[in-house]
């Protein structure tokens, strides 16, 4: 069994304008080995299916250039075919635009804005934000996420380093300033990197996770919850991201913290780095990090990318998800033949939830009686 994943955007890709094009991108995914795929189904402020919510909520249903269509039921049909797990992957998470000051989202619900300490819109790095502590504002995407698990054939849920999340700079409304203040009796501190203002918002979101973790069960048992933080703490510190947290309450079935290294031994250092540390024992089975393979003008070659995964494996990591579908296809699909002919050769199981558990009993078994020998050898 392993994770071999990749993700398919609607930036800077054609795949999903056309119901040929999904499914001829899905038979070149199986026939190159691959056995899971993260299409993108909410971004900038719209869904890439039919949503009601939207439709009751906004006054649309769909991103514009999809109306009449349904790419995400088109995407299931063609991956299931071919024996391709869905993943959809709720890219923009707690943002709702890009550089359009809250676009339609907050043009209609202004009172949904995140704010920085300066009563500014929380921005970062162009993505305007939703206050994601707000309670309105948090369901209002579990209800988008609840959506897709209920209407489609889909094997699980992902968010990313949007969801759940928000930039540490965020958490000044006047809500949540007062909801600190019944905490503490005083104002949350100017730095936003103070530890304790930190550690607060975060396990707020960690409990937005654990709500939104347990309403996906109760829809279906079987659906895997699959997340994408970046690299902890840093993903902790600056996007309020408790991964640790979430792995030890067994909020994740799935984790794919994105190791974007843009030259292989960096790659491998932060492999080894968190396999040694984070991921040992019983959270090595859930993690499959993501692989940066084509960003801009950055694209990774084809024998660092084998190498990569080659390592992933020598450090017990049974998988990995690339970014993304298109950098397969450049240079008369240069990588996708060299995975072919390489490490997806021969064709991986996707792990269901329940090999995922029984991976995870595992290895907290063998923890357990590495520690028992160890204390036996303490004492000879």
């Known amino acids: 069994m392993e994770i071999r994943g990749i993700w398919l955007t609607n930036t800077d890709s054609q795949v999903l304008t056309s119901k040929d094009k999904i499914t001829e ?27 009601q919510i939207m439709q009751e909520a906004f006054g649309y249903k769909i991103l514009p250039k999809f109306q ?5 039921g088109e995407l299931c049909e063609a991956a299931k075919k071919v024996g391709l797990a869905v993943i959809p992957w709720f890219e923009y998470g707690f943002a709702c635009s ?7 989202i907050l043009q209609a619900k202004p009172h949904w804005a995140a704010r920085d300490r300066d009563g500014n819109l929380l921005s970062k790095n162009g993505f305007e934000w939703m206050n994601a502590f707000d309670i309105e504002v948090q369901h209002f995407l579990s209800s988008l996420v609840l959506e897709v698990a209920k209407n489609y054939p889909i094997d699980g849920i992902q968010g990313d380093d949007r969801m759940p999340a928000l930039p540490s700079a965020g958490g000044y409304d006047q809500n949540t300033i007062q909801a600190y203040r019944q905490v503490f009796d005083c104002d949350p501190p100017e730095n936003p990197y103070d ?11 960690t409990n937005f996770l654990s709500r939104l973790y347990q309403n996906l069960k109760q829809v279906n048992p079987n659906l895997i919850v699959s997340l994408s933080p970046n690299i902890y703490k840093w993903c902790l510190d600056e996007y309020l991201q408790d991964s640790k947290t979430w792995l030890n309450r067994n909020l994740v079935d799935l984790i794919h913290p994105q190791v974007y290294r843009r030259d292989l ?9 968190i396999t040694k540390l984070e991921y040992k024992s019983a959270h090595l089975p859930r993690l499959s990090p993501g692989i940066l393979i084509k960003i801009g003008n950055y694209r990774i070659s084809e024998s660092d990318l084998i190498e990569a995964i080659a390592f992933n494996r020598y450090c017990g990591v049974s998988g990995e998800v690339l970014f993304f579908y298109e950098g397969l296809r450049e240079n008369n699909n240069a990588l996708a033949k060299a995975l072919g002919s390489g490490p997806y050769l021969h064709p991986a199981q996707f ?3 329940n090999d995922l558990e029984k991976l995870v009993q595992q290895k907290q078994s063998q923890s357990i009686f590495s520690k028992v020998i ?3 050898k303490d004492l000879i």
């Open 25 to 51: 991108a899905m038979e070149f995914l199986a026939e190159t080995g691959f056995n899971v795929v993260f299409p993108v189904v909410w971004n900038q402020g719209y869904t890439l299916y039919p949503s």
């Open 68 to 72: 009449d269509r349904d790419p995400l």
């Open 98 to 104: 890009y550089r359009q000051k809250g676009g339609k």
């Open 195 to 205: 530890a304790r203002w930190i550690q607060w918002r975060s396990d707020i979101l």
């Open 265 to 273: 031994a960096s790659y491998k250092r932060t492999i080894s780095y």
């Open 351 to 353: 792990p269901s939830i």
């Open 374 to 376: 160890n204390h036996m």
